[in-house]
């Protein structure tokens, strides 16, 4: 939790650099650094300044708005200003912004001259020599850039989740068999569903020390193991044929909510959860919760929790993000579970760049426990995918009446994935959605907008009467291809004025709507459905992907379009009421 004056400072200083970034008011900007050296300088912690009652204002350059966030920082552990900065830039902006040799200044230029988004896109504006022709940059610079991202890269080989999970499946099962353990969980970043991650830390518990270092043996031994980078007796880390790194850790099975604690992290939650148990006279560490040499808990995470004063926090949430704040005052959010889903509003067939038919289609949903799934082809536009024209979506349309009135528990709605055009008007005349369930409608093309105009034409679109769902609100193919560039704030809010809803796509490649963005839709009160995209009836199977990205933007069931039923659906997709 930053609570300490350096955190604050480098708040503000971040925000300060994010603001010079988006062009902002020189003198708002100058107050936020102004603040970050007030604070950054104190003598005494502004904790315990706050604690004893003193008006911060009667420091130096600090105003109510200051004070303000500086209160918000020490009593939330965040800004609300920083949060909201961090969704309007790229995200990769704050990355640029940590390279050695790149100030707010030259990411500005960067950013604003040669649309340099991604380390990706700066990596290539370096090689390609456009850099050194910038104001204030020069050859030095640019070569000194490409070293950066260079020594970056080399760091930041992350696995897509789907990609670890088909490692880390083969993996457990594989330890599960060695004799004498008790169990096996995958822990770290892959346990908090993060969308990539870095390696894969397992978590191995027996009965006696003595099998310990049998497991080490059998996990060395694994077949897709290229190299062993160490092996003890309760610990090792192997790197696999793929180049996914793995760690493991054997304890013993009474150390096991410690020890799973300790490794699913993230780092900043466990290091938050120490200071709290400091705090209460409590030591903690992978073996146990302790107080003066004597153990109080261990055997489970929930004790572990309940020993420092907190309910159970869900991996998903444990980012110190506010998650211990709220754990405190047992408010905790009844994340979304994937049975609670009844529907998906995203598929494919056949008769655009799907694999399976209609009836196919439907058959899966139903044994997937779906009481409803929405048909979306592409339109026309979409030439590479065989996009509908008017008479082919009006014939499947007949198509699924019939096949509705065949079906038993599942309807099949009719709907589109329409373009979104570059002016924001939909690819397909009215009086043909006028005819669909529901509308879903995309941006497929154009990525390279400026940011209001990329902004104006998707709230455009939703000012359409048909408008229902905006999929895939970013854009982003994760590790290929950046969001495009938009207001999520003001596309959100609209959406809630208009009635419209967003999707968080499940497919792994995509996971977006972002988990932040998730959580600011809660916020906004704007539904969200996690939908598969499926292409075939096997991709129905990525929705636990999406599932996971929403437990960590906080999403519960009531903030997810799709638990509702049928009839509760219609309800809230008729627009014209
Ligand atoms: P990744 O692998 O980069 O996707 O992210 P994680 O969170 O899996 O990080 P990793 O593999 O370095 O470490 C696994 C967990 O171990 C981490 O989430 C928390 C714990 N951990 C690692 N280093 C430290 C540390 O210095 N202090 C504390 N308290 N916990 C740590
Ligand atoms: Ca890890
Ligand atoms: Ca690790």
């Given at each position: 939790m930053p609570k300490h004056n350096a955190d604050i400072a480098v708040i503000f200083e971040e925000i300060a650099d994010l603001l010079e970034i988006q062009n902002a008011n020189p003198f708002r900007i100058r107050a936020y650094r102004n603040a970050a050296r007030v604070i950054g300088e104190l003598p005494n912690e502004v904790s315990h300044l706050l604690e004893k009652g003193m008006d911060l204002t009667q420091l130096p350059g600090i105003g109510d708005d200051l004070a303000g966030k500086i209160k918000e920082i020490v009593t939330a552990g965040h800004c609300n200003l920083l949060d909201r900065l961090h969704t309007e830039l790229p995200s990769a902006i704050t990355e640029l912004l940590k390279l050695p040799g790149l100030g707010p200044k030259r990411v500005k230029a960067l950013y604003h001259d040669l649309d340099v988004q991604t380390l990706e896109q700066l990596h290539r504006a370096a090689r390609d020599g456009r850099i050194r022709a910038l104001p204030g940059f020069g050859e030095k610079i640019e070569n000194n850039i490409l070293q950066a991202i260079e020594v970056h890269a080399n760091q930041a080989q992350r696995f897509k989740l789907a990609i670890a999970a088909q490692y880390a499946e083969a993996l457990e099962k594989y330890l599960t068999a060695?004799?004498?353990?008790v169990r096996v969980t995958v822990a770290g970043s892959y346990r908090r569903m993060r969308e990539t991650v870095g390696d894969l830390d397992i978590l191995v518990t027996t009965a006696t020390t003595a099998t310990a270092r049998e497991v080490v043996r059998r996990f060395t031994r694994y077949d897709e193991v290229i190299e062993i980078l160490s092996a003890g007796a309760t610990r090792a880390s192997v790197m696999l044929k793929c180049g996914l790194q793995v760690d493991l850790r054997v304890v013993r099975e009474e150390s096991y909510g410690a020890a799973l604690h300790y490794f699913t992290g993230s780092k900043a939650h466990n290091i938050a959860i120490r200071v709290l148990a400091q705090k209460k006279g409590l030591k903690i560490n992978e073996y146990g919760v302790f107080r003066e040499g004597v153990r109080i808990a261990g055997e489970s995470e929930a004790a572990v929790y309940a020993a420092v004063g907190l309910a159970y926090i869900p991996p998903e949430l444990r980012e110190n993000h506010g998650e211990i704040e709220i754990a405190k005052s047992g408010k905790l959010p009844q994340l979304i579970e994937r049975s609670d889903l009844r529907g998906d509003l995203h598929a494919h067939t056949k008769?655009?760049?799907?694999?399976?038919?209609l009836r196919e289609m439907a058959q899966a949903g139903l044994a997937q426990g779906f009481e409803y799934l929405a048909i979306t082809e592409h339109s026309r536009r979409l030439t590479v995918a065989h996009g509908l024209d008017t008479q082919q979506l009006l014939k499947q349309c007949d198509e699924i009446d019939q096949l509705n009135a065949e079906l038993q528990g599942i309807t099949l709605l009719k709907s589109i994935e329409v373009d979104i055009l570059e002016d924001g008007s939909l690819d397909l005349p009215d009086s043909v959605l006028a005819r669909l369930d529901l509308v879903v409608a995309a941006v497929h093309s154009s990525f390279n907008l400026s940011r209001t105009r990329q902004t104006e034409r998707i709230i455009h679109a939703m000012q359409h009467p048909h408008f229902t769902l905006l999929a895939h609100p970013t854009g982003r193919l994760l590790q290929r291809r950046a969001p495009y560039d938009v207001d999520m704030l003001r596309i959100i809010r609209e959406a809630r004025q208009r009635g419209c809803f967003l999707e968080l796509n499940a497919h792994p490649e995509r996971l977006d709507l972002l988990d932040t963005q998730c959580r600011m839709a809660k916020e906004e009160g704007v539904l969200i459905s996690i939908n598969s995209d499926a292409h075939s009836i096997y991709d129905f199977a990525n929705l636990r992907f999406g599932i996971g990205q929403a437990r960590r933007g906080w999403l519960e069931k009531c903030d997810?379009?799709?638990?509702?039923t049928v009839q509760e659906l219609r309800l809230l997709i008729d627009r014209t009421m």
């Open positions: 060695t004799p004498g353990i008769a655009t760049d799907g694999h399976n038919t997810v379009l799709n638990t509702r």
